[in-house]
């Protein structure tokens, strides 16, 4: 054997007994729409590339106001182009500021959950190739507690729930806890206030949420804190940019860099060790069974 091949049977064979790189993925959800999820996910995982880590933001939303027109991207092809063996992982990705990458809305997601074991494998393929050069998955979620969400949701180490201070925000997102502790068994949420006026105003939002949650649901509640309602925030959305982007010193853009700091520090769970294909398989195979037994 000559020294290279040796060289390249080396390299080969430490990738495969090298521990998989950890992937966090966290997935921002509401129960209730117009709250501020896509300008958390937008903000919090442009916040983590500029902290330096490689974060991918996958569009699970097919809502009006979208992750790609907030960065001001143009898509031509989504997952539903990978989906279908049109175009790779790779080629879908756009670009945005600080390298952050981005997978626009499609159909795609909810197809993910229905897809053939051939497709399944095809899609885990597809983001295990990528999976290696990621440090953080944010997804953002429609509104709702459609399947789609409720499948997102079980598949991540981490969901964040923005809530803002409204009736229909609060009882959306306690519908929404219920739902993924009582019927799927997750056990813990972080909260975020957003669109708050004071510290205050933020803190009694989560506080109002806890009581209810601790008095019927066996759960945890962790508060992250509270994004304050920020015109400078509109104002970027005007411009197709983030808030962290256009106006970092701003109130929200300040909050979100702390937010993002914030997730970095959360502990790994366990099950957080390997690929982006784990997080694929837990949310393919792991889908929304009991809604269609129901
Ligand atoms: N912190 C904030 N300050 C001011 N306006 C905000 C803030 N967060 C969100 N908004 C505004 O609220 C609206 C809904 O936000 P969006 O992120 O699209 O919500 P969702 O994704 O939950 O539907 C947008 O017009 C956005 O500009
Ligand atoms: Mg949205």
């Known amino acids: 054997m000559r020294a290279s091949e040796q060289t390249a049977d080396q390299a080969e064979g430490l990738r495969r007994i090298a521990p998989p790189r950890p992937v966090r993925d966290i997935e921002v959800t509401s129960g209730k729409g117009g709250?501020?999820?896509t300008n958390v996910s937008v903000n919090l995982a442009l916040g983590l590339a500029l902290n330096g880590r490689e974060t991918l933001l996958l569009d699970a939303d097919l809502g009006l106001a979208n992750v790609d027109v907030i960065l001001g991207l143009h898509p031509t092809y989504n997952l539903s182009h990978v989906i279908g063996g049109e175009?790779?992982?790779e080629e879908v990705i756009l670009s945005g500021p600080s390298g952050l990458k981005v997978v626009p809305a499609s159909s795609g997601v909810r197809e993910m959950a229905d897809l053939g074991s051939a497709g399944n494998a095809g899609i885990i393929r597809a983001f295990s190739e990528l999976g290696q050069k990621l440090d953080v998955l944010v997804v953002d979620t429609a509104a709702g507690i459609s399947d789609s969400v409720i499948s997102f949701c079980r598949a991540s180490q981490e969901v964040i729930v923005v809530v803002c201070d409204e009736?229909?925000?609060i009882t959306?997102?306690?519908a929404l806890i219920k739902v993924l502790s009582r019927d799927y068994g997750l056990s813990r949420f972080r909260v975020l206030s957003n669109m708050a006026r004071t510290v205050h105003e933020g803190q009694a939002l989560f506080e109002k949420i806890a009581r209810v949650t601790d008095r019927f649901l066996d759960v945890a509640l962790d508060y992250l804190g509270m994004?304050?309602?920020d015109e400078y925030l509109r104002k970027a959305v005007q411009r197709q940019r983030a808030v962290v982007d256009a106006y970092p010193r701003s109130r929200a853009g300040v909050a979100f860099r702390s937010l993002a700091q914030k997730a970095d520090g959360w502990p790994m769970?366990?099950?957080?060790?390997?690929h982006l294909e784990f997080f694929v398989e837990r949310l393919i195979?792991?889908?929304c069974e009991p809604c269609k037994v129901a």
């Open 35 to 37: 709250v501020g999820k």
């Open 87 to 89: 175009r790779s992982l």
């Open 167 to 169: 009736p229909a925000s």
């Open 172 to 174: 959306d997102a306690y």
């Open 227 to 229: 994004v304050p309602y």
């Open 269 to 274: 769970p366990e099950t957080a060790r390997g």
């Open 285 to 287: 195979h792991r889908g």
